[in-house]
């Protein structure tokens, strides 16, 4: 079945130190990715997307993200982390032929230490 | 551009009753996704929709339905409501399929 896998559930960083959260999608055809992020009791804010075309990809909010066809991954990263970055951040994709259907990993909650 | 709208925000039914969930999608958008939010089974697709048709179709019993209007707007039934229903419910827009999704800021349904 296609799936997003996120291995982390949850992942805590000091203010300033750099961040990577993990992303695997299912082996097939690339899919269309994307990162999301939910602070609580909020919806989804998204981040950045991959179509296709250069695969290391920039966001808002100082993020960017990096695909890598080899190991079917798409980690997201930010040099220096900041207190207000703390929320939960959702990996997604949109398989071939399922239009727009995103299917989600199960999210990585990010804790930053001060 | 206003972003994705929902309406109510929060909202608590009692076991067997139905609800109804309205999202106003970002102008110029046409295609309206729903998904289902619960800690134990995380973010599922519910339906999309797609100039007023049903255009794909989640895991979800026949209780879960929905309609598109001519101005895009969406609308989402919950009939015969359990426990089990009690989630956050989020509407997503965008032009069409395949393309980057806006979320709102959802409708928190609590069934007792």
């Known amino acids: 079945a296609q799936s997003v896998t996120q291995p982390d559930i949850h992942i805590t960083v000091s203010e300033g130190a750099s961040l990577e959260l993990r992303c695997n999608y299912s082996y097939g055809a690339t899919p269309y990715l994307f990162w999301y992020v939910q602070s609580p009791g909020q919806g989804l804010q998204l981040l950045l997307k991959?179509?296709?075309?250069?695969?290391l990809v920039q966001g808002i909010k100082g993020f960017e993200a990096e695909f890598k066809r080899s190991q079917s991954s798409f980690n997201l990263r930010k040099p220096s982390v900041h207190w207000s970055d703390a929320a939960e951040y959702f990996c997604?994709?949109?398989?071939?032929?399922?239009?727009?259907?995103?299917?989600f990993g199960t999210g990585t909650r990010l804790q930053v230490t001060l | 551009k206003a972003g994705v709208t929902q309406t109510p925000r929060y909202l608590i039914k009692t076991r067997g009753q139905q609800v109804t969930l309205s999202c106003s999608p970002i102008s110029g958008h046409r295609s309206v996704s729903w998904y289902q939010q619960t800690p134990g089974q995380g973010l599922q697709f519910l339906f999309e929709?797609?100039?007023?048709?049903?255009?794909n179709k989640g895991n979800f019993p026949g209780r879960f339905s929905g309609r598109q209007f001519s101005n895009s707007r969406s609308e989402m039934n919950v009939s015969t409501l359990e426990l089990g229903d009690s989630a956050l419910y989020l509407c997503?827009?965008?032009?069409?399929?395949?393309?980057?999704?806006?979320f709102g800021p959802g409708t928190r349904l609590t069934v007792t």
């Open positions: 997503a827009s965008s032009l069409d399929s395949y393309y980057e999704q806006y």
């Open positions: 997604a994709a949109i398989f071939t032929g399922t239009a727009s259907k995103l299917t």
């Open positions: 991959y179509f296709s075309g250069d695969t």
């Open positions: 929709y797609f100039s007023e048709t049903q255009r």
